[in-house]
């Protein structure tokens, strides 16, 4: 199984996802004071916003998992 760019990729927003769930969901409690995202303004901390990125980003892996791109080491 090869290491391609794609399944890097897709890892890469995986983590940016899970960040900026963390993130949102903790808004306003002692852990977390902010109210965007760390990368841009436009993109206000929401939890309808991060539940939807969380479900285009795992669609997208089933896609990838599919092509066999991602989660190699479960094969």
């Not at 940016?16 to 902010?34: E, R, V």
């Not at 109210?35 to 901390?45: E, T």
């Not at 892996?61 to 989660?71: E, K, P, S």
Request: with cysteine; proline share 1%.
């Amino acid at each position: 199984m090869g290491i391609y760019v794609e399944g890097i990729i897709w890892y890469l927003l995986c983590l940016d996802c899970l960040g900026y769930n963390i993130l949102s969901w903790m808004k306003g409690t002692k852990i977390h004071n902010q109210v965007n995202h760390w990368i841009s303004d436009y993109f206000p901390l929401n939890r309808f916003f991060g539940l939807f990125y969380l479900l285009m980003v795992i669609w997208l892996g089933f896609a990838l998992y599919r092509m066999q791109i991602v989660f190699g080491f479960l094969r």
